[in-house]
């Protein structure tokens, strides 16, 4: 199983970007996927996550209404769309994979796209 997240980069404040992540190995579908982040000195935190169709998301408090979350099954991709960006969103972003959704816990994880946003 990879998941292979991609699109970091460095933006400016109140900028936008978009992750990507690709899942091989696996029934994507058949997965709940999740992004998570780790700032610099920090531990990791959970940013978001959205069910095996789609239809349902959820987000931590700090991102709701930036961040977006989707999913394209038939491309095994999950994408988090981040709007409105600010410079304490700088991180390490990861994507996960779980079996179960709500996710108890993640089955798989990716090697993480870094965000620098700017001041």
């Known amino acids: 199983v990879q998941l292979q997240a991609s699109g970091g980069g460095l933006v400016q404040a109140g900028g936008y970007l978009r992750l990507s992540c690709a899942a091989s190995?696996?029934?994507?579908?058949?997965?709940?996927m999740g992004w998570f982040r780790q700032a610099p000195g920090k531990e990791r935190e959970f940013v978001g996550r959205?069910?095996?169709?789609?239809?349902?998301?959820y987000y931590t408090d700090s991102v709701k209404g930036r961040f977006t979350i989707s999913r394209d099954n038939a491309k095994n991709t999950v994408y988090l769309q981040m709007n409105s960006l600010k410079p304490e969103d700088t991180a390490v972003y990861y994507c996960a994979a779980s079996r179960r959704y709500p996710p108890l816990e993640y089955n798989y994880w990716g090697q993480g796209t870094l965000v620098t946003v700017s001041s």
């Open positions: 190995g696996l029934t994507f579908a058949s997965y709940a």
């Open positions: 959205i069910s095996f169709s789609g239809s349902n998301t």
